[in-house]
């Protein structure tokens, strides 16, 4: 069947070349939205490195010299790091709160950042200039409960970062194939300074920058803020981890004691947040984005399938002569039906090779998605490829399978009749 199946095809060589021609543009259209379709949802799958449930912001203002309440400063650097300690210590010893943190330029969903390489004392292995500097007290691996690389638990990391030792994320030297726990015990350099290093005490789970960033490129590192030798006053990242079982009206109750209880010389709160609010409000325009481009990916997936399903129609449509020949020559139903599908999938199997070449060219030229520091990689390629013949195959089923039935169901007389 194969056999004549390819001969028939050749036989009508000018029918087959204009839809083959269309099979292979509407395999690559496809290619090219599986592809970028499946890299968004992979990256905003992969694991965010940190946990926000039960997590709030807490915003921290300082009174002007025009309010009645405020009392000048003699050193002013480190009175403010003082109260923010104060304050710091008030909430930490809330009966709900489980653990809290100052930091600056650190908390996620920031999109303020401050950045500097790390590199290997004594050896040319450095992290890019982009890697996130994350400045904070020791809570904060406990706030968003960072994971150690090699199973470390956040207090164990909260440790380390007490002692001064240095976090980095495990995938800080990706680009030369290492993890960054193979130099934990080494001295880095961290601040862009070869001469002053700092130990490498441990390294945690790549943290993420946002939902719409993937951890590839995501290298951090957390140093100690020391306060209040080297605190500023816009150093005001105030966190807060709420016990689970006592997540209950946090940001009422806060607020309620605010003036009583939590105001710390010029320091007072103004604000209390969740960070699931804090996500929403940072991510809102990536969000409207993606959205924007589904859309407009599933409206572009909508015209494929009806262009290529009305095709498929037409062609079998105009087919029922030969259908109530192979009828009348004794075919079975069955086997028309095999016939007229498996040709139409052999037309599709023929332009394939030639739409993967394609596809790699488009790659090459880093026209697709980019991914793991890639837009060619070869599994990556096959696997949206496999994934457009497969969305191929089911409109052809589609296409030829429901006006073949109905074909077939017209007596072969009345069919070459009406022909």
């Excluded at 030639?354 to 837009?375: F, K, M, Q, S, T």
């Amino acid at each position: 069947m194969t056999k004549k199946l390819l001969t028939q095809i050749k036989n009508e060589w000018r029918s087959n070349l204009w839809l083959g021609v269309e099979l292979l543009l509407v395999s690559v259209v496809l290619w090219y939205v599986v592809d970028y379709l499946c890299i968004r949802t992979a990256i905003y799958l992969e694991p965010r490195g940190f946990d926000i449930s039960h997590t709030y912001l807490i915003g921290v203002d300082e009174l002007t010299e025009t309010s009645p309440d405020y009392h000048p400063y003699t050193d002013q650097a480190k009175e403010q790091g003082d109260e923010m300690l104060e304050l710091l210590d008030r909430i930490q010893h809330r009966p709900e709160v489980e653990a809290a943190s100052l930091s600056q330029n650190s908390y996620p969903y920031n999109g303020s950042n401050s950045s500097s390489p790390v590199g290997l004392a004594g050896d040319t292995l450095t992290s890019s200039d982009g890697t996130i500097l994350r400045r904070a007290t020791p809570d904060f691996v406990r706030v968003f409960r960072y994971e150690g690389a090699n199973g470390e638990t956040p207090e164990q990391l909260a440790e380390k970062l007490e002692h001064d030792e240095l976090l980095v994320s495990d995938n800080l030297f990706e680009r030369y194939g290492h993890r960054a726990s193979e130099y934990i015990g080494h001295q880095l350099y961290a601040n862009g300074d070869t001469v002053q290093t700092i130990t490498l005490g441990a390294t945690y789970k790549p943290v993420r920058y946002s939902d719409f960033h993937s951890i590839y490129g995501s290298a951090s590192k957390s140093v100690l803020m020391k306060i209040p030798s080297n605190f500023v006053n816009w150093a005001r990242e105030l966190c807060v981890r709420v016990k689970a079982d006592q997540d209950v009206n946090f940001i009422e109750n806060l607020k309620r004691d605010a003036d009583s209880q939590l105001r710390v010389g010029n320091m007072y709160i103004t604000s209390v947040r969740s960070f699931k609010d804090q996500r929403t409000a940072f991510q809102s325009g990536w969000i409207s984005g993606m959205r924007i481009h589904y859309v407009g990916m599933g409206f572009l997936m909508l015209n494929v399938f009806l262009g290529l399903l009305g095709t498929f129609w037409f062609r079998t449509q105009q087919r029922r002569g030969e259908i109530a020949l192979h009828k009348i020559h004794g075919a079975t139903n069955g086997a028309v039906f095999s016939r007229l599908v498996c040709e139409g999938l052999w037309l599709l199997l023929l332009v394939t090779p030639l739409a993967v070449i394609i596809d790699y060219n488009l790659a090459r030229l880093e026209l697709n998605e980019y991914y793991y520091g890639a837009y060619d990689q070869l599994p990556r390629l096959l696997l949206c490829a496999g994934i457009a013949f497969a969305l191929i195959a089911v409109m052809i089923l589609i296409g030829i399978g429901i006006p073949a039935h109905q074909a077939m169901k017209i007596q072969p007389a009345q069919a070459l009749h009406d022909e």
